[in-house]
C-alpha cells in the first residue's frame, strides 16, 4: 500500500479494533506507517483487508535478528471469509524472506488460526498476585533505589535491558523511541543501583485505587531481585494488592517469605521461522562431541523451507529439496521452531508426537542447541 492509502489502512482498524483517535493521534498514527510494509486486497477502490510487517529485532545469544511483526491483520466484515487474510500471510512471508526478516513473531486473536500458516506459540509469562500481606522485606541490601520520570535516565535502562535480555531467546531490541512511547508510557520507573552506582536492575510498575502493577520486573543478580523486592515492601501502606508481570523461571517467588502465592501462567506471542536455511546460518549452535544431525521439513506456506537439512561441525549446512523416508528427524516448520526458540525440548516434542525420529537423533540435535528459555517483553 502507498503513502495515500494509510488513511484507508487506519479506518478499517479503527473499525475493527473499535478505536477513536483524536487529530493528534491521527497524524501520528498515520507518520508511524511510513517505518511499516503495509499490504492490502482491494475491491475497486475500497480496501476489503490488509495487514502490516513492523521491521524489529530480537537478541539471539549477543546477536540481533531481523524479526518480521505482523500486526494490525484486519478485514471488513461484509469481505470476511473469503480468503483475503490467508492470501496476505502467505504474501508476508515471501516479504520477509525478501527483506531477510529469517523470524516473525505475531500476538494472535486466535492461536489456532496462525498456527495454520506456522506460527507457533514460543513465549509464556507468570501473573504473580500478592496481597499486603505477602510484603515481608528481605535483608537489606548493599544498592539503593532511584525512581525516574519517563523522560529521564533512559541510559541506565538501556544498560541494563540488554544484559537481561540475553539470558533468553526472542526478547525484543529497544530504541529510545520504543523505550519512552512503547515501554515506559505513564509507568513509574525504579532502578537499583549497587553500593558502587552501577544499576543492575529496574522495574516497571503503576499504582491505582490502593493497588500496584508491575510490568516489567528485571534484575541482573539476586542482590538487584531482593532490593527491587524489598522496595515494593515499601509500599505495604499505600496498597492492597500487588499484581507482577514475569517470566516464567523467575526465581523470586521461591526466596518469599510465603511462596504459596497465587500465580497463573499465560502464553504470550507467536513465532515462525521465515527462511529455515538463512536462520540455521545464524543461529549459534553449541557443538561439541556431536558433529553432524540431519532432520527434515515440511512447510507448506513457505515451500522453499521444505526439505532436507544436514548441520555438521565442519562443513556447516547443507540443504536438499526433497524429503527422504527414513532419513533423520522429521518437523512442521511450528514444531521446528518451537524447538529452535527453546519452547520445547526435542524430547517434549516427541511426547506430545510432533517430532518423528529415534532417541539418539533427538538427544544429538538437542545437545547442540542453546540451552535458554524464549520470553517477549513487547507488544506491539
Known amino acids: 500500500m502507498h503513502k495515500k492509502q494509510y488513511k484507508d489502512a487506519l479506518r478499517l482498524s479503527s473499525y475493527a479494533f473499535q478505536y477513536d483517535y483524536s487529530e493528534r493521534e491521527l497524524e501520528k498514527k498515520i507518520k508511524s506507517y511510513e517505518d511499516q510494509d503495509l499490504y492490502g486486497i482491494f475491491d475497486g477502490d475500497q480496501l476489503a483487508a490488509k495487514l502490516h510487517i513492523r521491521p524489529f529485532h530480537i537478541w539471539l545469544e549477543q546477536q540481533q535478528v531481523k524479526m518480521g511483526g505482523i500486526s494490525s491483520v484486519a478485514t471488513y466484515p461484509e469481505y470476511r471469509r473469503k480468503g483475503y487474510v490467508r492470501e496476505l500471510l502467505i504474501h508476508s512471508l515471501s516479504e520477509m524472506r525478501r527483506n531477510g526478516q529469517t523470524v516473525s513473531f505475531l500476538h494472535p486473536f486466535s492461536i489456532p ?40 535516565n533512559i541510559e541506565d535502562l538501556k544498560t541494563i535491558y540488554p544484559q537481561f535480555a540475553d539470558k533468553f531467546i526472542g526478547m525484543m531490541t529497544r530504541d529510545r523511541i520504543w523505550w519512552k512511547e512503547n515501554v515506559i508510557q505513564k509507568s513509574q520507573v ?50 492492597n494488592k500487588v499484581e507482577m508481570y514475569t517470566y516464567v523461571s ?22 515462525r521461522i521465515v527462511d529455515v536455511k538463512e536462520f540455521c546460518e545464524i543461529y549459534p549452535f553449541q557443538w561439541s562431541d556431536q558433529s553432524s544431525v540431519t532432520f527434515q521439513i515440511v512447510d507448506e506456506h513457505a515451500p522453499w ?13 547443507s540443504f536438499s529439496p526433497e524429503l527422504r ?6 518437523f512442521t516448520i511450528n514444531h521446528f521452531t ?17 517430532i518423528k525420529g529415534s532417541k539418539s537423533e533427538m538427544e544429538a540435535l538437542q545437545s547442540i542447541l542453546l540451552q535458554k528459555e524464549p520470553s517477549l517483553f513487547d507488544g506491539f
Open 113 to 152: 488460526f496462525y498456527r495454520k500458516f506456522g506460527w507457533e506459540v514460543f513465549s509464556e509469562f507468570l501473573t504473580l498476585s500478592l496481597t499486603k500481606a505477602d510484603l515481608i522485606r528481605q535483608p537489606q541490601q548493599n544498592g539503593y533505589i532511584k525512581r525516574f520520570s519517563r523522560d529521564s
Open 190 to 239: 525504579a532502578i537499583y543501583y549497587d553500593q558502587h552506582h552501577t544499576p543492575l536492575g529496574y522495574m516497571l510498575y503503576d499504582i491505582s485505587k490502593k493497588e500496584m502493577e508491575i510490568r516489567e520486573f528485571v534484575p541482573l543478580n539476586h542482590e538487584a531481585r531482593i532490593g527491587l523486592w524489598n522496595f515494593i515492601c515499601q509500599h505495604d501502606s499505600m496498597v
Open 250 to 271: 523467575d526465581p523470586l517467588p521461591f526466596t518469599l517469605f510465603n511462596p504459596d502465592i497465587k500465580t497463573e501462567r499465560k502464553t504470550f506471542g507467536m513465532a
Open 305 to 317: 523451507n521444505t526439505g532436507t537439512y544436514t548441520l555438521n561441525k565442519d562443513m556447516g549446512l
Open 325 to 330: 523416508q527414513n532419513t533423520g528427524l522429521s
Open 338 to 354: 518451537a524447538l529452535l526458540l527453546g519452547f520445547k525440548t526435542a524430547q517434549q516434542l516427541s511426547d506430545a508426537g510432533a
